[in-house]
């Protein structure tokens, strides 16, 4: 299976200001497949370290940082000879490994040559707990579920992927409709590795929801099992109101939907720390549309979307039948489907400045605004064909300067103030933008 983050290790792996890297996102996005992947591939030969499972080797860092005696320590334990430039060392469940993460800075300072790459599914919330991070020592790479695009190639439709990125849309719209019936799998599947693996192998959607329905189970389990006990009953209340806060027409997160009486501050740390596992991620309000857009955003009002539209589209107990209902799929709960589907194709990097626009009174709203290529970029989400969009055209109207976006079912089409990208193709809109640019 093709993963985008690949060309990102080959980059990391051939920079002279390479330094020891850090993969982190939420369990069973493909880390580890990655990782070894990546290893058998590019070097001679690799060690994969699980520090969950060897637990006999988690001391290793407590006596010193020093990398030579650690290094020393692996070749005995695995019966391997470490050479630089030609090994791969994974440390996979790092945080599991008292010192581990600090000791990377020791490798950067005394080992560089040495390839290190450490690895976990609680890391996030590692790297949020740790007292002594090796800050400026180490490089990070976030990882997701699949992407619209790496599910087109992992279904053999590489072509099409190409096609859309070569922006010939004359040429696309005669494949709208295969098009549309890929993306209609993809909103059931989603992009968790697993799943996809299985419907290319079985076409069995409801093998697919048995593994969706594992795959929250076991995030449920870490919830008992990781978090701290007196934030516990939180974190499930959160976790199981997402799909009625999206349901809302107003899609805006409200803590009295979780209990009634429920306040912001009773519930930040429990809402943290499904942040940090990777399960969730805001998108905040903007009032203004200037840049740049981090400076003004609420960090009071949000959207709450969680990591994979397949997953919600489980948690809403979404069946197959949903697939043969015409349109119907794009539709559901309120266009909540649709809209958590762009969040996750524009949110493919840690480090976002995804937000949404809301005027003062609330009477107007778009999805979503973005920075893209230096400039504001409103996005509004259509789960129709039905293109009028009243709020978009009140915020063109203010801010005529800004050219305006919209995704919809309907194929490409540019006018003077909004183009509309297809829903499928929303992947490549930062290079549409920088194409409208030139």
């Known amino acids: 299976m093709k993963r985008q983050a690949e060309q990102a290790l080959h980059t990391w792996k051939d920079s ?175 992009g968790m590795p697993e799943a996809v693996s299985y419907f290319i192998e079985k076409n069995d959607y409801a093998g697919v929801r048995t593994i969706q329905q594992n795959i929250l189970n076991a995030y449920e389990q870490d919830f008992s099992k990781h978090a701290p006990a007196e934030i516990i009953p939180k974190i499930r209340m959160i976790w199981n109101t997402i799909v009625s806060q999206l349901s809302k027409e107003n899609k805006k997160f409200i803590y009295g939907l979780i209990k009634d009486g429920a306040r912001a501050k009773d519930y930040e740390l429990a809402l943290s720390w499904l942040e940090n596992y990777g399960l969730v991620k805001k998108v905040y309000r903007t009032k203004k549309a200037a840049l740049p857009i981090k400076s003004y955003i609420d960090l009071q009002a949000f959207k709450l979307y969680i990591l994979d539209v397949g997953l919600l589209g489980t948690m809403a107990n979404l069946g197959p039948q949903t697939l043969i209902q015409g349109d119907a799929l794009f539709q559901e709960f309120k266009g909540s489907l649709t809209e958590q589907y762009v969040a996750q194709q524009l949110n493919l990097k840690k480090q976002h400045s995804l937000c949404y626009w809301a005027n003062d009174s609330g009477a107007a709203e778009i999805d979503f605004m973005e920075e893209i290529a230096g400039t504001i970029v409103p996005i509004e989400v259509k789960a129709t064909e039905n293109l009028q969009a009243k709020s978009l055209k009140t915020f063109a109207q203010k801010n005529p300067e800004i050219h305006c976006y919209r995704t919809s079912l309907s194929n490409y089409k540019s006018e003077s103030w909004v183009t509309n990208v297809p829903l499928y193709a929303i992947h490549q809109l930062p290079k549409i933008i920088s194409s409208k640019l030139r």
């Open 16 to 190: 002279e200001f390479r330094k020891p890297l850090l993969v982190y996102g939420a369990r069973q996005v493909g880390k580890t497949w990655l990782m070894k992947n990546f290893g058998e591939k590019n070097f001679q030969n690799y060690l994969y370290i699980n520090f969950e499972k060897e637990v006999s080797l988690r001391g290793i860092f407590e006596q010193d940082y020093n990398p030579q005696r650690i290094v020393k320590v692996l070749e005995i334990f695995t019966n391997r000879t470490i050479i630089p430039g030609e090994t791969l060392i994974i440390f996979d469940e790092i945080q599991e490994a008292k010192g581990a993460i600090t000791s990377l800075k020791y490798f950067n300072e005394e080992l560089p040559q040495l390839h290190i790459i450490g690895a976990g599914s609680l890391l996030g919330i590692a790297l949020k707990q740790q007292t002594s991070f090796p800050v400026g020592q180490v490089d990070f790479l976030y990882m997701n579920p699949l992407s619209f695009a790496e599910f087109l190639e992992a279904k053999g439709e590489g072509g099409l992927q190409a096609l859309l990125k070569e922006q010939d849309w004359e040429l696309i719209s005669q494949f709208h409709q295969k098009l549309m019936q890929l993306l209609k799998e993809y909103y059931f599947v989603g």
